[in-house]
């Protein structure tokens, strides 16, 4: 017998976007810090900003499918009722990393390919550029790029900081909303 999931945690697909794009966004950031640390133009700096720009439009695709996923699926209601500015502070955050899942790839790409550089996908295929080769825009795009990461390096801080209380403080089923259900993983176990 298939267990029942929890009625206020996030769907499969939901949950498998969570943590798929979490791993990308923190392998790219990793890969793109070590990157803007060597020497440009030379190895392995070329390979390490191939594999980054390739993460990071894979993000955004991926981005841009979860929110049309999210607006058909929608969010699972709170199990437990929580304060208006727990509510809205929550939003609110989870807004401003939607955007910047957008935002800070876009301005990747708008750097490269004004910059008159390719934005590949893995060697598989090669973006197409929208943008003419601009100095000015690429400068823009890069500096866009440079402060979105800070930012979305804090707000990523915060977020693990918030789910951490949640999980070992408050221990109540926040955290629990994006973990995969405990008594779906224990009927697989039991051959259910």
Sequence with gaps: ???????????GAQRAFHW??????????????????????KSPRVE????????????????????????????P????TLTPWTRASAHAAHIALYALMIALPVSG????????????????FVWPSFFPRDKALAHLGGQAHFWLAWTIGAFLAL????????????RDEIFARMWPDRAAL???GEGG
């Design 48 to 75: 390490l900003l191939f594999a980054h720009k390739s993460l990071g439009m894979t993000v955004l695709v991926l981005a841009v499918l979860r929110l049309a996923y999210r607006a058909i699926a929608g969010a």
């Design 159 to 170: 977020h693990l900081a918030a789910a951490a209380w949640h999980a070992w403080v408050k």
């Design 20 to 41: 798929i794009m979490a791993a990308l966004i923190f392998l790219a950031i990793a890969i793109g810090v070590v990157a803007a640390l060597l020497p440009e133009h």
């Design 1 to 11: 017998m298939a267990a029942r999931p929890i009625p206020h945690s996030y769907d």
């Design 109 to 124: 790409y708008v750097n490269s390919a004004a910059g008159g550089h390719e934005v590949p996908w893995f060697g598989l």
């Design 77 to 80: 209601a709170y199990a437990a």
């Design 186 to 188: 224990a009927g697989r």
